[in-house]
């Protein structure tokens, strides 16, 4: 993977150490930076492929920076990775409602952090080859898959990278049911540890953004979720 550039936001100077150490040694470039009126200022000037964004931070807090982040039309396709303490699910919730792509919980593996920041900045790539054929169709929504880009009616709507990756899963296979583990297993890969919450409130938000269209993405009781096929199917 070519070097890219990833933006710490962590107040801690002991996690602000670990955290550079074992992102330079994977050859990305780090700026590290420990407030959150600092973060905003350095997504601007630093222009990050990816934030690792503790919550509890002095001042403006990781939720608010969050937010700032992926409400900006220039930076909402930054992937945000959230730092949160152990078994704060209410956090971890609240960031990804606000467009956090994915978080890590302390205290955390550097192996396992690695691993989600490779998935994460593997998901903000275009798909390689990616023709005009791969652009998926289905009601009165369009996914362009080299683009990273989906359009309800012809007017382009924002989705953080894991919403994308979503929508692309269940639109592949319209009329299918993917289990709540068969969509984490899909966009994340195997073996990826997140809770059940975590996937009805990315589900949640997809919904939102669609608009009128979010209706064809339907829950079915007790198994998953599946996007309505074409009517008339």
Known sequence: MERKKILVVEDEVPIQELL??????RNHRVEVVGTGEAALGAVGAFRPDLVLLDIMLPGTDGLEVCKQIKTNPETRRIPVI?????????DIVAGLELGADDYVTKPFSPRVLLARVKAALRRTEPAPQAGAEELLRIHNIAIDPARYKVA??????????????????????P?????????????????????????????VGLRKKLGEAGHFVETVRGIGYRLREEEGE
Do not use: C, W
């Not at 550079?20 to 040694?25: D, I, T, V």
């Not at 959230?82 to 209410?90: D, N, Y």
């Open 152 to 173: 309800v009616d012809g007017r382009e709507i924002a989705l953080t990278s894991t919403e994308f990756k979503v929508l692309q899963l269940l639109a592949g296979q």
């Open 82 to 90: 959230m730092l949160t303490a152990l078994g704060e699910e209410a």
């Open 20 to 25: 550079r150490f074992n992102l330079e040694r």
């Open 175 to 203: 009329g299918r049911v993917f289990t709540r583990y068969q969509i984490v297993d899909g966009v994340h890969g195997e073996d990826y540890p997140v809770t059940d919450r975590s996937v009805d409130v990315q589900i």
